[in-house]
């Protein structure tokens, strides 16, 4: 199974840090994996919201669909933002 997520202005090491609370260990720079999953974070180009720019990365979940089902659902609660 794989998942894509675009996430947007979260810094990089905080979704790192999300990933390592999901279970998973750093790997590399920007990549980690747990049981039955891996993960990389890939920089997206900003996203322009009107005059403002707003950071962009992509995050790629891939592996065992029991298990990236897991951790789409934890980083989908950990990343959510409420508006308001």
Do not use: C
């Amino acid at each position: 199974m794989r998942v894509e997520l675009d996430l947007r202005n979260l810094p990089s090491a905080a979704i790192m840090a999300y990933l390592v609370e999901a279970g998973g260990t750093v790997t590399g720079e920007w990549s980690a994996a747990g049981a039955g999953w891996s993960a990389q974070l890939l920089p997206l180009p900003p996203a322009r919201i009107g005059v403002i720019t707003v950071p962009r990365d992509l995050l790629v979940i891939e592996g065992d669909d029991r298990a990236v089902e897991q951790v789409h659902i934890f980083l989908r609660r950990k990343t959510m933002r409420g508006g308001g």
